[in-house]
């Protein structure tokens, strides 16, 4: 074992045990992440216990991995972070993996390849989104770690172009690649774009055939059993929700009107100028910081100076990925989450031009100073904490106090609703209880927002029985019962 592998090694235990923490800490502490983090759970809540396997809206993927850890006994929750994890670690060996492949070039010594991919590593291992994403309860590193598992056997099969190898074992490799790409697009729909960066990487037009015989093998089961429980595939509700269409329109001409629309050359430049804007103004702020920008730069310098062409093909994945999901969903910082590991190699290259400097005490320093900046802004919950904790103590006041029968539960986020166990509804009208705290109404700068409710609605509100009361860190709850004529 070389000394770049022992040193990763020792780095990537120390990085899992930190992450590990992080994630405790956020489970016992903080609470879900997002909306999309309730669905998820309850999905695989779902499918755990009431043999209800898909949704209308999200994949399934990522739920069917935590169910496993229920059967376990482990909670829910706990279960998605677990998930998380998991993959995350993954994920990160897999880029060290990768590169040390890629990056192969004969005649040159190996010092270079295996110092990118430690610095590489590095780089992802303190990106703040990514970690985020390794402790969330959120399905990106699962969906990435597929992806990259299928990537780097496609660049083996590249690799493999010109030796003496049997077209039995490209075909198996084929397979699996297609195998693995399926199940990372039943865990995020735009995972489908495996397809286009096999063949980018393989030039091989002969093996889609097996890939996608792999594809539909994992990816098939899916489709059967939402085509069962009448939902949509997630790839078509998400195309046309995220452009301004309903699941609700019952006609399947106005969804195949909506799609055309999406997919029109006019439609396509549309879309793509747009995302460029959003990824310019708010995703790349998003995902990468001022620090890591700055060795993306000085590695994007060195590639161009000195003309590493195994580079491109990382620089090729990221083009594909735009070129595919900008017409197709709204640009959003977690959307890159998947190509960070090609966005690291240009970090990694970033970080040996500094590595490689001759004043010793200021590299060093550097260096030290860029992955405590980075630690520090990973090891800050993503959203701060502004007593979230608040909608755990409520759910388990509504459980205690309602049972944990699926309760119908009104609030402007499902929060309260997922640790009550209860099932969440934006209409008041249709809730037995009503859940309202004062975060709901507050932006980001501590500053009510303005509401405006119509005159039947201020009755309801005026007219609803409160509960309870609950205080947590100077944040205040309240539990209603609303009037029984609004349900």
């Given at each position: 074992?070389?000394?770049?592998?022992?040193?990763?090694?020792?780095?990537?235990?120390?990085?899992?045990?930190?992450?590990?923490?992080?994630?405790?800490?956020?489970?016992?502490?903080?609470?879900?992440?997002?909306?999309?983090?309730?669905?998820?759970?309850?999905?695989?809540?779902?499918?755990?216990?009431?043999?209800?396997?898909?949704?209308?809206?999200?994949?399934?993927?990522?739920?069917?991995?935590?169910?496993?850890?229920?059967?376990?006994?482990?909670?829910?929750?706990?279960?998605?972070?677990?998930?998380?994890?998991?993959?995350?670690?993954?994920?990160?060996?897999?880029?060290?993996?990768?590169?040390?492949?890629?990056?192969?070039?004969?005649?040159?010594?190996?010092?270079?390849?295996?110092?990118?991919?430690?610095?590489?590593?590095?780089?992802?291992?303190?990106?703040?989104?990514?970690?985020?994403?390794?402790?969330?309860?959120?399905?990106?590193?699962?969906?990435?770690?597929?992806?990259?598992?299928?990537?780097?056997?496609?660049?083996?099969?590249?690799?493999?172009?010109?030796?003496?190898?049997?077209?039995?074992?490209?075909?198996?490799?084929?397979?699996?690649?297609?195998?693995?790409?399926?199940?990372?697009?039943?865990?995020?729909?735009?995972?489908?774009?495996?397809?286009?960066?096999?063949?980018?990487?393989?030039?091989?037009?002969?093996?889609?055939?097996?890939?996608?015989?792999?594809?539909?093998?994992?990816?098939?089961?899916?489709?059967?059993?939402?085509?069962?429980?009448?939902?949509?595939?997630?790839?078509?509700?998400?195309?046309?929700?995220?452009?301004?269409?309903?699941?609700?329109?019952?006609?399947?001409?106005?969804?195949?009107?909506?799609?055309?629309?999406?997919?029109?050359?006019?439609?396509?430049?549309?879309?793509?100028?747009?995302?460029?804007?959003?990824?310019?103004?708010?995703?790349?702020?998003?995902?990468?910081?001022?620090?890591?920008?700055?060795?993306?730069?000085?590695?994007?310098?060195?590639?161009?100076?000195?003309?590493?062409?195994?580079?491109?093909?990382?620089?090729?994945?990221?083009?594909?990925?735009?070129?595919?999901?900008?017409?197709?969903?709204?640009?959003?910082?977690?959307?890159?989450?998947?190509?960070?590991?090609?966005?690291?190699?240009?970090?990694?290259?970033?970080?040996?031009?500094?590595?490689?400097?001759?004043?010793?005490?200021?590299?060093?320093?550097?260096?030290?100073?860029?992955?405590?900046?980075?630690?520090?802004?990973?090891?800050?919950?993503?959203?701060?904490?502004?007593?979230?904790?608040i909608y755990k103590i409520a759910g388990k006041w509504i459980k205690e106090n309602f049972g944990s029968e699926n309760i119908l539960i009104f609030e402007p986020f499902p929060f309260a609703t997922f640790y009550a166990g209860g099932e969440w509804t934006t209409s008041p009208s249709k809730a037995k209880i009503w859940v309202i705290s004062s975060l709901d109404y507050l932006s980001s700068r501590g500053k009510p927002e303005l509401m405006i409710l119509d005159m039947t609605k201020i009755k309801e509100?005026?007219?609803?029985?409160?509960?309870?009361?609950?205080?947590?860190?100077?944040?205040?709850?309240?539990?209603?019962?609303?009037?029984?004529?609004?349900?």
């Open positions: 074992m070389t000394k770049y592998k022992k040193i990763f090694l020792f780095l990537f235990t120390i990085w899992s045990l930190y992450v590990v923490a992080l994630l405790i800490r956020q489970n016992e502490i903080y609470g879900i992440e997002t909306t999309d983090s309730y669905f998820y759970l309850k999905i695989a809540e779902n499918s755990a216990f009431k043999n209800k396997f898909t949704h209308p809206v999200y994949s399934p993927g990522y739920s069917y991995f935590i169910s496993a850890l229920i059967y376990l006994g482990i909670e829910t929750e706990l279960a998605g972070r677990i998930i998380s994890f998991i993959f995350g670690a993954g994920t990160v060996i897999l880029t060290f993996i990768f590169l040390n492949i890629l990056l192969v070039v004969p005649n040159e010594k190996n010092h270079e390849r295996e110092s990118v991919a430690l610095f590489s590593f590095m780089f992802l291992a303190t990106n703040p989104k990514f970690v985020w994403a390794c402790y969330s309860t959120l399905p990106y590193t699962t969906s990435t770690f597929f992806m990259w598992l299928s990537i780097t056997l496609s660049l083996i099969l590249m690799k493999n172009r010109g030796k003496n190898i049997s077209s039995k074992k490209d075909f198996l490799i084929s397979i699996t690649c297609g195998f693995l790409g399926g199940i990372s697009y039943v865990v995020r729909p735009e995972m489908l774009i495996i397809i286009f960066i096999f063949l980018a990487i393989t030039k091989k037009p002969k093996l889609i055939f097996p890939f996608l015989i792999g594809y539909i093998i994992s990816s098939l089961p899916y489709h059967i059993i939402s085509y069962i429980e009448g939902n949509p595939p997630s790839f078509l509700s998400k195309l046309i929700l995220y452009k301004g269409g309903s699941l609700k329109e019952s006609s399947s001409i106005s969804h195949k009107d909506n799609i055309e629309k999406i997919l029109s050359l006019q439609g396509y430049i549309k879309n793509f100028i747009f995302n460029f804007h959003l990824s310019h103004k708010y995703a790349i702020p998003g995902i990468i910081t001022a620090s890591e920008l700055i060795f993306i730069g000085m590695g994007i310098n060195k590639i161009l100076k000195e003309s590493k062409e195994s580079a491109k093909l990382s620089l090729l994945i990221i083009i594909i990925w735009c070129l595919f999901t900008f017409p197709i969903a709204i640009s959003a910082d977690y959307f890159y989450i998947p190509v960070l590991p090609s966005i690291s190699i240009f970090g990694g290259y970033g970080l040996l031009q500094l590595w490689d400097s001759k004043n010793k005490y200021a590299k060093l320093a550097i260096l030290a100073f860029f992955i405590a900046l980075n630690t520090a802004i990973f090891s800050q919950p993503l959203y701060k904490d502004e007593g979230r904790k509100l005026s007219f609803a029985e409160p509960i309870t009361e609950i205080n947590y860190r100077g944040i205040r709850l309240r539990i209603f019962k609303p009037p029984e004529n609004t349900r």
